[in-house]
């Protein structure tokens, strides 16, 4: 916290304190909650800079709090001296305020099998394609991109295995059906890879080009410590990592489902989870848009409550708001006419 009383927080805390106030523990609490503009603007600061407020250019945390234009301004001379708590953030460059914006990451990082643009829509009171909008940017931040490896030496299994999922022809845009050479009556299926922790219950998971022996290894050898336990099923993709300095163990699907600790069922599971959402809930995935419906099952699984890790709406929430700094999207980069560019 900035020592020099510039802060937000320091201007407006007696309205806070009342009990009413309090931090939203439901999502009924959270639409009051969030109607007031200065609950959205205390709530998302104290989440995007818990240590005090920094300047998102430069860094630096010597800034004054600007009451009329309801920024920050930087002490250093550089352009963008001026920043609100939305620069930088998937918030950015939105009209749409953060009294829709909150409710909708809450909405998001809670519903179990998802939420469609038209249920936000209705939800929000915003048009369709709006919400559709707001979907993916808040998948993006959804995205974990946790740079350290899992498993490793002496440490729990981990389970790796790879499902493909439908794009029916008649879905695609028919710029994509055409790009893919498919009739209406065509199917494209997309192969999602996912590598999950047995030990930290933790699942990592993404969209692949394809199932080659060469990719999921790579994929392998990026996200998983040497010398760990890997079970996979005998897919021949799998067999280079037993030279590979991994402990690896297969499972045969039809002969033996189970061998003891020997199976794959965990990222089973959450692959039912992930197409049930999908299924169930989303009208058309893009095979482009795949990767974000997977970060997002994927957020909910990572963050479920658990015995020992007991977590709820509001935690989830919190969690998701950490990430909104450093992840834009633009309207052209969502609709492919950039490409994606990720922080
Ligand atoms: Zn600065």
């Keep these: 916290m900035s020592s020099n009383g510039n802060n937000i927080l320091d201007k407006s805390i007696e309205i806070y304190d009342t009990g009413f106030m309090r931090e939203p523990r439901t999502l009924q609490e959270a639409i009051i909650y969030f109607a007031s503009p200065e609950n959205c603007m205390r709530y998302l600061t104290e989440r995007r800079w818990p240590n005090g407020v920094s300047c998102p250019t ?45 409710p909708a990451v809450w909405l998001i990082a809670n519903a179990k099998n998802g939420i469609s643009s038209y249920e936000l829509s209705r939800s ?32 729990g299994p981990v389970e790796i295995d790879e499902t493909f999922v439908g ?5 695609m845009h028919a710029k994509r059906r055409n790009s893919l050479k498919l009739g209406l009556k065509g199917e494209h299926k997309t192969a999602v890879m996912g590598i999950l922790d047995r030990e ?10 394809n199932v080659k022996r060469e990719t999921l290894l790579n994929e392998i050898l990026e996200n998983v410590e040497r ?18 300095d991994f402990i690896h163990k297969t ?13 794959t069922q965990g ?22 848009h795949l990767d974000r419906y997977v970060a997002e099952q994927v957020f909910r699984y990572n963050l479920r409550s658990t015995k020992d890790n007991p977590l709820n709406d509001s935690d989830r929430f919190a969690f998701a708001l950490t ?3 450093g992840k834009r999207l633009t309207y052209a980069e969502l609709t492919g006419k950039t490409t994606t560019t990720q922080a």
Aim: some cysteine; aromatic content about 10%; proline content about 2%.
């Design 227 to 244: 010398k760990s336990k890997v079970y996979t099923d005998n897919a021949n993709a799998y067999d280079a990592l037993d030279v590979r």
């Design 267 to 288: 990222i089973e599971n959450f692959w039912s989870l992930l197409k049930r959402g999908l299924h169930g809930t989303y009208v058309a995935v893009e095979p482009y």
């Design 124 to 155: 929000l009171g915003v048009t369709q394609k709006t919400a559709w909008f707001m979907l993916h940017r808040i998948r993006e931040a959804l995205k974990s991109g946790s740079i350290l490896k899992t498993g490793g030496h002496g440490r």
């Design 323 to 325: 990430q909104v700094a």
């Design 251 to 263: 499972v045969t699907h039809i002969e033996e489902y189970v061998r003891g600790e020997v199976h």
């Design 200 to 209: 930290t219950r933790q699942v990592r998971a993404k969209v692949v080009p």
């Design 58 to 102: 430069c860094g630096r945390a010597d800034v004054s709090w600007l009451e009329k234009q309801n920024k920050w301004q930087c002490k250093s001379a550089h352009p963008k001296r001026q920043f609100s708590v939305k620069v930088g953030t998937i918030f950015e460059d939105s009209a749409l305020g953060l009294e829709k914006w909150l």
């Design 167 to 171: 794009g029916k022809a008649k879905n």
